[in-house]
Each structure stands twice: as structure tokens, then as C-alpha cells.
């Protein structure tokens, strides 16, 4: 299977990007199809085997909307650079159709006030509503406060020809439709074509009918007299139908960019050019021609161009906007930089490593393109909505018209007609569209900035279900950077601690384990000489085994040596002890006789107690795995604070744990470092990685923690927490708005209060429906995490 995100152009609801990803999932070969509102993108896993990729754009296309693949050579950040551009290019374009969309609608609107008055001294009100009372609560404002103050400003209006008036309103109002309402008009053509109906269906049918009826009542005026109705014209309410839909659709524009910020923030760290040493002499140059093992010059205050490794001075670097740490990290010879951090304090050099897509702080910004364009499961009620919004909406409008136009008693033929366009107009499928993915968006911006990298909705979601966190020891509840505390020797050892250490140390350079390596530190900082083992064997979580200085050696747990046939006995009383410290005994055997024991300590992070007490603040608990011995790993649960211990674990024990937990009911996020732990951390509903801040791309974790210490698993879990309320208050309020909006719109309130609304307020009150949803996902940005 591959995986293949798509741009897509043209969609512009709920119901859009539904149609997209319903022939996307039909198609043969396609095992999953993610369509993104927000984005504009879809995501395919496919294969390729079975569907090829020019089949995957052309159904794309068969169903009205436009598809090509992204540019491949492009980097995240240009990427997102194109995409800022086009964001904002849109934005401008509707601000400028708005503005003058709305001036051109209140020039209108005052035109319209001489055919009011015409028609209310003809005992017809605006829009034919007889009895000398407007209904609409917007004509009845415009009849009583407005027209008194047009009146005596323009007075040479109201003495203007009827006629001269209506065909002004015409050219008018076609100005708008066509230059500023093309697109609406196009959209829902596409949409008819393919058999389909979205937002512009609506928006579409509702205007020109208005302007359809509006065509009628100028040209043959007497179609309408002939049955007791005044022939006045809906012009002005067209314009600012279009106009205030636009207003509002610009406003949801200039938020979904706010939503972006995040991402946008990141993609700018990258500086353009680099300090590089070449042919002996300093020289600025781009970034695009920077080479691998080029050295590049740092001073204070600047930014560090791209990923390297010191080779000269030494520094603080504020790496806060990629891990969440406040605190500057000091820097020396050997010590890596992140491209993007800042220079705090003394000037350096180093050597450049990863490059452009390679990167940190790229792979961020795509880790984060990524998730952006994920689903989470909620969306799934949003769809199935959405792919039946516009027809059941399109048929309470045609059941509107048909009540009013039987019941209503005066000029029922206007007053149906005015509800049914109110109908198709006020109802939003946009803001169902837009209430999870503005969420996820803003969520998982919000996440890089606390050094939380969520990949995805779907883990996303997850994580905010959990009841149960499970912790792997070494590197996660403790430092990951154990030290040698203890050397004991057995009773009848055949070497002395110098042969001991020296040999230990050798066999351990091969071993990638953390005790391995606090052994190896332990014996250099003492000066010792090691060699290269002859023969190494490692087995995992248990210990190794190898000939050294032609001495055959075993390193290990207690139960590996005694699996070689080799008694611990003699030191068991002083392992004992020291595991009661917390401490870690390692047995080491030469020629098959025990020879004595390394005691390594790995201390307690600082933050690991507070982190897990906020767990349980959380209502989770909290499991503590561990291949360590089971005082030691008791000892350093009871000092963290965790609920349970889990001691003698081998990788698999770690998996079977986490299944042991799930088949009991419990939603399991396991935290570890991704490299042992990476069965646990896939099996687990949620696996959070605990990353070293170079290390974003640990594929078994659905989330990665930069900074490296447990308050970030409880930033995670907080974050979901916020974002799944966020989600459901978004989605409530889309739906309670059509729930109760599009009642209102048919008449509802007309029997008890004698209300109808107009297509305006309907217009307005559609136009700014989305943008509250974005607006509510936008808190997200200023919530506060400890």
C-alpha cells in the first residue's frame, strides 16, 4: 500500500468534501480515502497494483472538482509558503468582493426606499406584506427608521420614475452576481452536472429565484396585479444576500489563516542564509546551496541554519520553539544543533548534517502538514449529515413554499416565496464541514508549540479517551543516563576490579543498552584501556555474552548467568541491598565463575513525580513496565509514585501487558523511547514516543514528545481533552443552528409572534455561522498548559 495526499480545489462544504471522499473510497484498490475541508486535500492509501494515480485525480475530477499532484521537488516549507500565499490571495479577493459587494447593497437599499413608499401607499408594504405592517423584522426597521432619514436627504429620488428606479436595481444587482456571485453560480453548475449538491446549490437556487421572481414582477408586472400582489422586487436583497455571504466567507478566510499560524510560525524559523566557511573565508550564503560536512558560523543572537554537530566553542541554545523547554540547553564540542533554535550566548561552529527535507524542523512541518490533513473519528457524524443535508434541505424548502403558499391569507404567493429562499439561504452544511478539522488544525498547533507533535485526529481523539498510561522505566520515569555507583566482588573471584571493569567495558561497547553504556563511561573516565571484544552475543533484555582478552565473559540479570549454569548466590544478599536503593545490579561471570557485580543507578527525572501526581489528577492510571529486577524497579516505582510495577519484562512482556490491559477495558497509551519499546508503543491505542528533540520521526508513536520528560504525556492528554470539547461544542452548534435556524426561516415564529424571516437576515445569519465555529476552534491557541 502507498499513501498519496492530493490537493483538491473546489470544495467549499461539508458536503463536498464528503462527495469527494465517498468516490474515492468506491473506487477498487483504494483502502482508505481522507478528505480535508480545511486543507483542501485528500489523503488515499492505495494500491498501486490495483488503481494508478492519474485514475485516483481523474475521479477526483469526474466529480466536479479540481485535482493535481503538489509539486514533487517542493519542501515543507515552500509548500507552506504556497499555500500562505494562496490563502491570503483569497482572503484579498474577498474582502474586495464584500466591500464593494455591501456598498453597491446599501446604495440599494436606499434606492429601494422610493419603491417602498409607492408600494405602502398602495396599501402594499415592502415586499407585498399587506395590512400597512411589515412582518419582516428587517423591512419593518428599514420602513420605520430608514426611509424617514433617506427621504429628506435625496428627495429628488423619491421623485425619480418607478421604472428608472427597477431597471437601476437590475444592472445592479447583475453587476454583482456576475462579477462578485460568479463563483457560486459555477460551483453548483459543476455540482448539477456530476449529480451533486453543496453549499452553492443552496446559496445558488435561493438568489436566482429571488432574481428570477425580481425579472417577472419588472417585465410583466402584470402577471402579479392580476392576482392581488404587488410586483415589487427582490434586487437589493439579492446584492446583499451575496454580499453578506461573502463578508462572511471572508471572515472564515481570515481565521482559517489564524489557524495556520502555528505552522507558519515554524516554516519562518528557517533562516534564508548560512555563515559558511568556504575556501578559507566566511561567506553569506543561501540555504538551498548549502552542502552536507560544510562548516557553518553561529554568532549570539542568530539562528542556527540547520541540523549539525559542534566542532568548535561551546554555547546555550534556546530550543523552546521546537521542544516546549524554556530553559536554554547548553552546548558543547560533539553536542547537536537544531536548525531554527536560537544562539544565546557564545559564538561557534559545526558541521552541517541533514538538509532541507532531512531536517528537524522540516520534518516537524510536515509531521504537522500531515496530521492537519487526518480525519478524527467524530467527523464521521458530520458526514453523514452532510451527505444528505442540501437535498433534505431543498425539500423543506419546496414543503415551505407549498404551507405558506396554501395557508397564508395575504399575499401568500410573496410570503411563500420569501420563506422558501429563506430556507435555502440560512442553511449552513459549511460550519458542519469546518467544526473538526479547525480543531485538529489548531490543536495540533498548539501541541508543537509545547513540543507535543500529535500525528493526527485520530490519535488525536484517542488520546482523550484514556483510563490507563503505562511507563517504561529506563530513559522515561528515570533519566536514561545511568551511572556506575557500586563495583562489588564475589568471594572467590579469579580477577580484581581493575580486570573487572576493564573487561565488563569491552564487552559492553558493542551493546546499545543504557547500562551498557554508563559501564563503558565509567571505565573510560577511569583511564581504562578497552578492546574490541572477539566474539559478542546480546540477548535482549536479559544481557550478553563474548570473549574478551581471550577470557570467555557473561554480563547480565541474575537469571541469564543462572541459565548458564552459573550460581549468583554469593552476592545475592548485597544485590538485594543495593536494589532496595533503587539500583540496578549487573553479575558478571569470567570463565564461568562469578566474579562480582556492577551497580548502576539511573536517578528519577525531576519532573517524572509531578507529572505522574497530575495522571492522577487526570482520573488515569498509571503502570510502570521494567526488564529490571523486581526491588529495583519497585523501589523506583514507589519514589515516582505510580499506581503498579511490572518488573522482569522482556520487550514482548511489554506487549502482552498492554494486551492484558486493553482485553480488561482499558484505553492504554504507552510512553517509551521508540526504539525498544516500539511493539508496546504499536500495540498500545495510543503510543506517545519520547523523542531526544533530533528525533521526530519515531514511527511506532502516534505521538512524539520533544523535550523528553513525562509533563509532556500530560500536556498531550489535556490538549485531546480541550480539542474533543472544542470538536463537540463546534458540532452541536452547527447543528442546533440549522436545528433551529431553518424552522425560524420556514415561518415557526410567525403564528405566535407574527415573524417571518427575511432572505437578508438569513443571508447574515448563514454568513457568520462558520465563522463562529472557526472563531471557538481558535481558543485553542491561547489555552495555557502547565
Known sequence: METLRIPVTGMTCAACSSRVQRVLQTQTGVADASVNLMMKTATVTFDPAAVSIPQLLRVIQDAGYGAALADAGQTAFEEQAARDRAQAADYTELRTKAFVSGAIGAVAMVVSMPLMSTM???????????????????????????????????????????RVLTMGLLLATLVVMVWAGRHFYTRAWAALRHGAADMNTLVSVGTLAAFAYSLVATFAPAFFTARGVMPDVYYEAVIFIIALILTGNMFEARAKMRTSAAMRALADLQPRTARVIRFGEEVDAPMDTVEPDEIIIVRPGERVPTDGVLVHGETAVDESMLTGESLPVSKQVGDHVIGGTINRTGAFRYRATTLGANSVLAQIVQLMRDAQGTRAPIQRLADRISAVFVPVVMLIAILTFGVWYVAATEAPLVRAFAAAVAVLIIACPCAMGLAVPTAVMVASGKGAELGVLI?????????????????????????????VTDLVMAPTSPVDEHDLLQWTASLERSSEHPLADAIVRAATARGLVLTTPERFHSVTGRGAQ???????????????????????????????????????????????????????????????????????????????????????????????????????????????????????????????????????????????????????????????????????????????????RTMKQNLFWAFLYNVIGIPIAAGALYPAFGLQLSPILASAAMAFSSVSVVANSLRLRRATFA
Not at 483510563?467 to 529506563?474: G, P, R
Not at 541469564?560 to 552459573?566: P, S, V
Open 120 to 162: 405602502s401607499g398602495a396599501g402594499v408594504t415592502a415586499h407585498g406584506h399587506g395590512g400597512g405592517v411589515a412582518a419582516d423584522p428587517f423591512m419593518r426597521w428599514s420602513m420605520t427608521a430608514l426611509d424617514p432619514l433617506v427621504h429628506p436627504l435625496v428627495p429628488w429620488l423619491y421623485a425619480m420614475p418607478p
Open 455 to 483: 500525528k493526527g485526529g485520530e490519535a488525536l481523539q484517542r488520546a482523550g479517551d484514556l483510563t490507563t498510561v503505562v511507563l517504561d522505566k529506563t530513559g522515561t520515569v528515570t533519566e536514561g543516563k545511568p551511572d
Open 546 to 724: 563474548g570473549v574478551v582478552a581471550s577470557k570467555t565473559l557473561a554480563v547480565g540479570n541474575a537469571a541469564f548467568l543462572q541459565d548458564g549454569g552459573i550460581s549468583v548466590a554469593p552476592l545475592v544478599p548485597q544485590a538485594a541491598e543495593l536494589s532496595a536503593q533503587g539500583k540496578t545490579p549487573v553479575y558478571v561471570a569470567v570463565d564461568g565463575m562469578l566474579a562480582g557485580l556492577v551497580a548502576v543507578s539511573d536517578p528519577i527525572r525531576a519532573s517524572s513525580r509531578q507529572a505522574i501526581e497530575r495522571l492522577h489528577g487526570l482520573g488515569l492510571t498509571v503502570v510502570m513496565l521494567t526488564g529490571d529486577n523486581e526491588r529495583t524497579a519497585n523501589a523506583v516505582g514507589a519514589a515516582a509514585g505510580v499506581d503498579r510495577v511490572v518488573a522482569g519484562v522482556l520487550p514482548e512482556g511489554k506487549v502482552a501487558e498492554v494486551r492484558r490491559l486493553q482485553a480488561a477495558g482499558a484505553v492504554v497509551a504507552m510512553v517509551g523511547d521508540g526504539v525498544n519499546d516500539a511493539p508496546a508503543l504499536a500495540q498500545a491505542d495510543v503510543g506517545m514516543a519520547i523523542g531526544s528533540g533530533t528525533d521526530v520521526a519515531v514511527e511506532a508513536g502516534d505521538v512524539v514528545l520533544m523535550r523528553g520528560d513525562l509533563l509532556g504525556v500530560v500536556r498531550a492528554i489535556e490538549l485531546s481533552r480541550r480539542t474533543m
